[in-house]
């Protein structure tokens, strides 16, 4: 329950509440065809699902059927526990609703959610882009079960912190890059085959979500309601909502185009560099797609460069002449021009090259980044050469790194230069708006609606855990992300906030705590409807408190309460138990994971009963068990 502060808006919350809302179901159909097919009788002696489940699972490892041990389910389980045979339990599957949380708390809860809905296949692939000298040369697809086993290696470790993941960034509507922070499995799940208009298809979760125009919902939101039947058919409401799927080039989208040439009246040239393309390119698709201007109109207050001028036909041009047309049309000014390698860049390796002798011996043959000596060690500036050209053959501007670290400070070298001499005050007074733009478009998401769904069985499911800001990732082409509650679409003028209890405690510290969220709050509210205002020419009225609501947020404290969907195995949340309901956990987390352990073992008391309750000086409890890390 949440108190509402006297004199304000602000509710402050002591507890917080889990709900369990899915649990699995079992086919008994199925399963006695099952055992008829293979000569065995066999019955359970357990009413959940997930025990039953667990139990057969172990039982087709060895084919255990015919001479059970005396006890029955209770037994067979008590016995994995023992043993720490605990891979069986991550096929009895649970779906919670966490809320009265903090963010602070969702923070540890991602970093340490083993197991925790995880809900793409791992034949997912994975979309990451490839840069070289700051500009994007190509797109590399791995798929999610790769990924998931490179975590299995150190050089797989090593080589996953290098990887940029195509990513949403929700505020400009444009894609961008974002790094690992883990990739994780959690066994079979019950997953669904989603295919989308235009070929693209994902199998996922029910619970997975996407972005769609309201927001991001789950599947079984976005379809109005998801089930199977008992012949293993998916039924669904509606497919009339769509969802987000991987970019396309800005300027190819006619929503983009139009805002920024008709409404915000940018010139062709302007927009052509915002789109990473040649004014060619966006003179065409202004025309294909219909939104040239009304005839005239562009020249309006303006006077034609060849005013006046009068010609004649049957002139030849002369050798200069042609020599300036064709200089128009060399390297990027073409319209057919794809990047590629220039002269200069050609004549500038080349005497880059001639002083990295002299280089390497200033610095001892060791690469100034990860110490390494010897070896293939490449050229990098400290200070790039679209800040300072004229450093560009500069020894001192010179330093050598290993491969895997020039990769690594490729795109990022004025947050490294410093580190390797730079004055600081010259690196500040450098603007990263001096870097050109790569060659690569400018991309937006493209909606697309579902075409259809059907059941994919039960399969091994995955999921990528993306370091901030932008925590979603491109996955066979569709946009997804965890299952966090989004402050960018949900209204906090009247907002609840998780205090810690040593904090309430302490009438003095806690009048501190309060007074300092309630300026947040009231910061809150006033930039929401200060950002209305600025945005009032959007015409659009849920995009316009979406843009308000996503700028505002930036002052909300971490104990801003907030809601998470989450899907767990059993396993997964033995793993959670023993680790956040120890007394040395922090206090919010440790009564959440109390609260998902009492609940747990009311709901399945044969994976559970193992577990007992210590009150601890504080009020607060531990759990404890013989059977750790089964």
Not at 601 to 627: K, V
């Amino acid at each position: 329950m949440a108190d509402l502060e006297p004199g304000g808006d602000v509710k402050v919350i002591r507890e917080p509440s889990v709900y369990l809302v899915g649990r699995q179901t079992v086919d008994d159909t199925a399963l006695d065809r099952f055992l008829a097919d293979h000569g065995v009788r066999w019955q359970t002696d357990t009413e959940v699902a997930g025990e039953c489940l667990t139990e057969v699972a172990g039982r087709v490892c060895y084919m255990s059927f015919v001479r059970p041990r005396p006890g029955g389910n209770a037994a067979y389980l008590g016995h994995i526990k023992e043993v720490g045979h605990g891979s069986v339990l991550e096929h009895a599957v649970w779906d919670f609703v966490f809320t009265g949380i903090s963010r602070s708390l969702t923070h540890e809860l991602i970093r340490h959610r083993a197991g925790f809905g995880y809900c793409l296949t791992g034949d997912t692939l994975i979309y990451s882009d490839h840069f070289c000298h700051g500009k994007r040369e190509g797109t590399k697809k791995r798929s999610l079960k790769d990924l998931y086993d490179q975590t299995k290696t150190p050089h797989g470790r090593s080589r996953l912190k290098l990887l940029r993941l195509r990513c949403l960034d929700e505020g400009s509507m444009t894609f961008t890059t974002g790094k690992v922070a883990r990739v994780a499995c959690s066994g079979p799940k019950p997953v669904f085959r989603v295919e989308l208009d235009g070929g693209k298809a994902i199998t996922c979760s029910r619970d997975h979500r996407f972005l769609s125009p309201r927001g991001w919902l789950p599947l079984h939101e976005i379809v109005q309601g998801l089930e199977l039947s008992a012949g293993g058919i998916a039924m669904y409401g509606g497919l009339d909502t769509p969802i987000a799927t991987n970019g396309q080039p800005a300027y190819r989208d006619r929503e983009w185009l139009r805002e920024h040439y008709v409404e915000a009246g940018l010139e062709q040239a302007e927009i052509a560099a915002l789109a990473g393309v040649t004014e060619h390119t966006i003179r065409a698709w202004v025309r294909k797609l219909g939104l040239q201007k009304p005839l005239g109109s562009w020249t309006k207050g303006r006077s034609p460069w060849n005013k006046g001028k009068q010609y004649r036909a049957g002139w030849t041009h002369s050798s200069r002449t042609k020599e300036n047309l064709a200089q128009q049309k060399r390297g990027p000014n073409n319209p057919q021009w794809k990047g590629g390698i220039t002269r200069f860049g050609v004549r500038l390796r080349a005497s880059v090259q001639k002083l990295a002798p002299e280089v390497l011996r200033r610095h001892d043959y060791t690469c100034r980044l990860c110490g390494q000596r010897g070896g293939l060690l490449v050229m990098h500036h400290v200070l790039p050469i679209w800040a300072r050209p004229d450093l560009a053959l500069e020894v001192l501007n010179l330093v050598p790194l290993c491969n895997p670290c020039h990769l690594q400070v490729n795109n990022h070298e004025l947050e490294y230069a410093a580190r390797f001499g730079a004055d600081a005050g010259e690196v500040r007074a450098i603007s990263p708006e001096q870097k050109p733009r790569g060659s690569g478009n400018l991309l937006v998401p493209r909606f697309c609606t579902i075409r259809a769904i059907t059941y994919a069985g039960v399969q091994d499911t995955f999921d990528i855990e993306m370091e901030g800001p932008h925590h979603n990732f491109v996955a066979n082409g569709v946009v997804a992300h965890n299952s966090q509650l989004s402050q960018r679409y949900v209204d906090e003028s009247i907002a609840e906030y998780v205090e810690p209890d040593v904090i309430a405690s302490d009438p003095n510290l806690h009048q501190i705590w309060l007074d300092a969220v309630a300026h947040s709050h009231q910061a809150y509210v006033r930039l929401v409807e200060g950002l209305q205002e600025t945005y009032r020419d959007e015409p659009d009225k849920t995009l316009r408190r979406k843009l308000a609501r996503q700028a505002a947020r930036s002052v909300l404290p971490n104990a801003t309460e907030t809601k998470i969907f989450v899907t767990a195995n059993a396993r997964a949340l033995r793993h959670f138990i023993e680790l956040r309901a120890s007394r040395h956990a922090e206090v919010e987390i440790r009564k959440l994971a109390v609260q998902v352990l009492r609940l747990m073992q009311a709901e399945a008391p044969h994976i559970f009963n193992d577990y007992q309750l210590t009150a601890l000086p504080d009020g607060t409890f531990e759990a404890t068990t013989p059977h750790r890390k089964v």
